[in-house]
């Protein structure tokens, strides 16, 4: 009958300590550290895919470039679509940038 008692005490204390550890979980989800926007210039009257890449806490990259939101700061040079299409309307600099997760990424073009 001990040897009972002591099987038991064993079980019960060690499905304590695993319900216990199951309740204190403190895996956190990853937040964006850094947004990369990378494309090429077009020339004036075509088009060009940009992407964005956001780089995450955990120290891994993510391609966020349908996710992100777009602009451009000079649409008399380049407009941006909201997928990350850079159009080049006329000859002059912009910056494009990308915004995810309130984190902002840009890259200053030149339209020749």
């Known amino acids: 009958m001990k040897i009972r008692s002591v099987i038991a005490a064993i079980i019960i204390v060690g499905l304590a300590g695993l319900a216990a550890a199951c309740g204190n979980s403190s895996t956190a989800a990853s937040s964006v550290t850094s947004v990369a926007v990378t494309g090429a210039t077009p020339p004036v009257g075509s088009t060009s895919q940009f992407t964005a890449t956001a780089t995450l806490s955990s120290g891994t990259t993510q391609d966020v470039t349908s996710q992100a939101s777009w602009s451009s700061s000079n649409t ?27 984190v902002v990424g840009s890259d200053a073009i030149t339209v020749p």
């Open 76 to 102: 008399a040079a380049a407009t941006v679509s909201g997928t990350g299409v850079v159009t080049a309307i006329g000859s002059g600099s912009a910056v494009i940038t990308a915004t995810y997760s309130s």
